[in-house]
Each structure stands twice: as structure tokens, then as C-alpha cells.
């Protein structure tokens, strides 16, 4: 692997394993330390960069297999902190799946949300970030008309972006996820 192809995938997917980190572990600064650990031992050991899908599966499962290592040594040392059904439920794939879908589908829709016009940009992804209309209106200092607008344009724009993930939206929606 490259710098420059490190750097890429560093940047794109830093932010993104901190927080899967912090799924399993719940402390902010340790899911930091996690995957810093994982990025340096990608550069140490030269992980071949086949693709970004494969570097992206072998980074979540490394980060995952990092944070698991590091609850259960903190369950060797502090015994009671964690019940085993707390230990089952942090082993389950359903959390890693989960943060690997929802991440997938994020920089799908990032990316679609890019290529929109500026302020539809801005007022969907406030829109996706829970505001109201009303809330967004004030933000942007326009007219609730104004809003509905161009979220009406911008979602048009983004349905036939993001046909192809829609399997994805429904798996997301119907198991209750949230971005």
C-alpha cells in the first residue's frame, strides 16, 4: 500500500471506525487509541491494498476484533464490570454488521448529497441530522416555503442516485437503525 493510497483510506475511514470502536468500548478516547493501533499496524505490516472494499472489511473486523480484545481483558480485570449476557451481546456480529451497513450507506448517500446544488446540500443534510423545517428556516434565514422546496428538488435528485441501495434502506429501516 501506498502513502498516498493510506492516507485515502485513513481520511475516508477514521472518523467512521472511531465511532464502531466506540459501539463496543463507550469511551471516546480508547476507540481513538484502538484505531490508531490498527492503522499503525496496517502500515507496519504492509497490508496489500487489493481494494477499498476489502481494506474497508479487514479495517472494521480488525477494529472490531481490537475492541472485543480489549473488553475482554477488562473483563479479566474487573470481573463484575460486565455480566456474561453484556459479553454475549458485545460478541454478537449483529453490532458490527450493523456499523458496516449503516457506514456503507452513509457514503452513499454523502456522495449523492455532494453533487446536489449547494443549498440543497445544506438543507437535506440538516434535514437528515433530524431538524425540522422550521429549525433549518430559521438556521438559513428563509422561508419554510423556501425549505420544503428544496428538499422537494433535492430528494428528487437523490432518488435516482440512490436506486440501487434501496434493499439497503429497507434492511436499515426495517431493523430500526439509525444513521
Known amino acids: ?23 463496543y468500548v463507550h469511551d471516546l478516547d480508547l476507540s481513538k487509541d484502538i484505531v490508531q493501533d490498527v492503522f499503525i499496524k496496517v502500515w507496519e505490516k504492509q497490508v496489500p ?42 460478541d454478537n456480529d449483529s453490532v458490527f454488521l450493523k456499523e458496516v451497513a449503516i457506514a456503507e450507506i452513509s457514503s452513499h448517500i454523502d456522495k449523492a448529497i455532494d453533487t446536489l446544488p449547494k443549498k440543497c446540500a445544506v438543507i437535506l443534510r440538516l434535514s437528515i441530522s433530524e431538524h425540522t423545517n422550521v429549525e433549518i428556516a430559521e438556521k438559513l434565514n428563509v422561508s419554510i416555503d423556501t ?20 434493499l439497503l434502506f429497507l434492511f436499515i429501516k426495517l431493523f430500526g437503525f439509525k444513521f
Open 1 to 23: 500500500m501506498t502513502l498516498k493510497e493510506f492516507k485515502q483510506i485513513y481520511d475516508k475511514l477514521y472518523v467512521s471506525l472511531c465511532l464502531f470502536s466506540n459501539e
Open 147 to 166: 425549505v420544503k422546496y428544496y428538499k422537494k428538488i433535492g430528494y428528487e435528485k437523490l432518488r435516482p442516485l440512490l436506486k440501487n441501495y434501496h
Open 49 to 90: 491494498y487489493i481494494c477499498e472494499n476489502t481494506i474497508r472489511s479487514f479495517l472494521y473486523t480488525s477494529v472490531k476484533n481490537k475492541s472485543l480484545d480489549h473488553l475482554k481483558s477488562k473483563r479479566v480485570k474487573i470481573t463484575d464490570a460486565l455480566s456474561d449476557k453484556e459479553v454475549e451481546i458485545v
